[in-house]
């Protein structure tokens, strides 16, 4: 993906483990879900992996952002194939889907990223196979809902 003004997007990478397990034990980062947060580096580590090869494997996982290449990790934010047995199913399989999910740093929430790089995600989705449905979380406490492309937003 192409750096825009703004950020910069990058595939997953040993690199990013210090700074992805800052970012997922970070208590202000899990608010709204408290068992989720990371309290050992080797779990940042399984998900670097795990990351790594949903690229590998699916074609599209979530992206490293980043205000300029090189820079310090802001979040990470992407889709993922879901409702599938595992990283390499098809995309094609009965109840597949797109998992749009997203962390970043507290320092840099509420400035428009999850947004902008959503919109990024469920596009390279879309290009990876258009007619596998996309279902943003808009809270790991509410069901999943419709997204709606026009606006943005979960409906």
Request: glycine share 10%; hydrophobic share 35%; charged share 20%.
């Amino acid at each position: 993906m192409e750096p825009s003004p703004d950020y910069v997007l990058d595939r997953p990478a040993e690199e990013d483990l210090d700074e992805l397990f800052a970012i997922e034990s970070d208590p202000r980062v899990w608010t709204h879900l408290p068992s989720g947060r990371m309290t050992a580096r080797e779990e940042a580590e399984a998900i670097i992996v795990k990351l790594q090869s949903q690229w590998e494997l699916d074609g599209l996982g979530p992206w490293m952002v980043r205000r300029t290449v090189g820079g310090n990790l802001l979040g990470h934010c992407g889709c993922s194939l879901r409702g599938v047995s595992g990283p390499g199913a098809s995309h094609r399989e009965p109840g597949a889907f797109w998992n749009l999910g997203y962390r970043f740093r507290p320092e840099v929430q509420g400035q428009g990223l999850a947004t902008s790089v959503s919109r990024d995600a469920i596009a390279a989705a879309a290009g990876v196979d258009a007619t596998c449905r996309s279902w943003p979380i808009c809270s790991s406490t509410t069901p999943p809902r419709q997204w709606s492309p026009a606006s943005s937003a979960c409906r």
